[in-house]
């Protein structure tokens, strides 16, 4: 029987009930999960909320994707040491993180990046800048979510990729404590922060490494010494 999954943001809810049915013994460690159609099926979303699923739950020290293999699960709660140690940090603290992880992953973008990437890149800032000027709260730090990992991504290095994800959860997290704390309408969060990100893939797309760390740092930063 499929399990309708209809709130936001998809991914974090299909990571639960993925979660759920691992610790309920659907799954053990040693198991292969299904592939993602049948997932998707199950869960009544895309295939590709279901890659970002498991993602984060490959972040989270849960499931280990094998190139060829296929997706496997290695545990049955999340690495609690690290999960503890993200909950316990404040939004300037999450914000320092991300500019050591990120920061780097645009020098590499602006080394690494190929034309497909160039193309994800400008499809998800208009899609980012979209939701900026009508999504909620919560599907516009997706959408902000979605630009920064493809930045990691056209670094093209899987560790730093992984790590990424493990961030993620908190870094959504922080995002929507700044966005209850500083309540900025639509039309300033695209004016205001699009341009920013615009910077970046611009400077990605000149493979220029200082630049994009700049904008990267630029960026992050700004944001940072407004939550101190």
């Known amino acids: 029987m499929a399990v309708m999954i209809r709130r936001h943001p998809l991914a974090e809810q299909a990571a639960e009930e993925l979660l759920r049915r691992i610790g309920a013994g659907e799954w053990t460690p040693g198991d292969k999960l299904p592939g993602e159609t049948t997932l998707a099926t199950q ?121 990424f994800d493990t961030f993620v959860p908190r870094v959504r997290r922080a995002m929507l404590d700044m966005l209850r704390l500083d309540r900025p309408s639509g039309r300033h969060r695209a004016t205001a922060d699009q341009v920013a990100h615009e910077s970046i893939v611009d400077a990605i797309r000149a493979r220029d490494p200082e630049r994009a760390t700049l904008r990267v740092r630029s960026h992050l930063s700004g944001i940072r010494d407004t939550v101190r």
């Open 43 to 163: 869960l009544g979303v895309g295939r590709s909320t279901i890659r970002e699923a498991v993602r984060e739950l490959a972040g989270q020290r849960v499931l280990e994707s094998r190139q060829g293999a296929g997706v496997f699960v290695i545990a049955t709660q999340p690495a609690q040491e690290w999960e503890l140690v993200l909950h316990r940090a404040d939004i300037a603290d999450v914000l320092e993180c991300r500019l050591a992880i990120e920061t780097e992953a645009a020098r590499l973008a602006a080394h690494r990046r190929t034309p497909a990437d160039l193309r994800l890149l400008r499809q998800v800032l208009a899609e980012r800048d979209t939701a900026a000027r009508e999504a909620a709260d919560a599907e516009y730090v997706e959408a902000d979510l979605v630009f920064h990992r493809a930045v990691v991504t056209a670094a093209h290095n899987p560790v730093l990729a992984e790590l």
